[in-house]
């Protein structure tokens, strides 16, 4: 990808399952939207310690954010829904390729 470049994904998450919003080695992303249609926390992580910040319930959009990420720190999303899975979604752009 190229900086500027949009990334974008939407997934069926596994119930209790988990989005890795996770750059390959060498980008780094902004994220500025996440979208889901149940509720869901949202962690800072290094693949070994998490830290939680946020849980939003229901269905909606976490809009006009700028999360950075890299492929060592990046932001996990959590479906909380324990018997169905749920679709995830982000965008953001590119800054490092």
Known sequence: MAVGDVVSDLVSVSANGTLDIQPPSGEEWVIHNIYHEY?????FTD??????FLTHEGKGV????????????WIRVKNL?????????YDGVVTKA
């Open 39 to 43: 509720d869901i926390e949202v962690v």
């Open 62 to 73: 976490l809009s006009k954010f700028a999360f950075h990420v890299r492929n060592g720190l």
């Open 47 to 52: 693949g070994t310690n998490e830290l939680s």
């Open 81 to 89: 829904d324990s018997a169905n899975s749920r679709l995830i979604g």
